[in-house]
């Protein structure tokens, strides 16, 4: 028996999951831009 219930839960994480990283990798870029105009 499969159940079905798990699925909306699952990409929600995984959409989650995708959202977190792809805000680190913005916040990361955004602070060496921000670092190295400081610097300049």
């Known amino acids: ?11 929600g994480l995984g959409a989650i999951l995708i959202g977190l990283i792809l ?6 870029w955004g602070l060496r831009v921000w670092s190295e105009q400081r610097v300049a």
């Open 23 to 28: 805000a680190i990798n913005a916040a990361a």
């Open 1 to 11: 028996e499969t159940s079905k219930g798990d699925l909306p839960l699952a990409m």
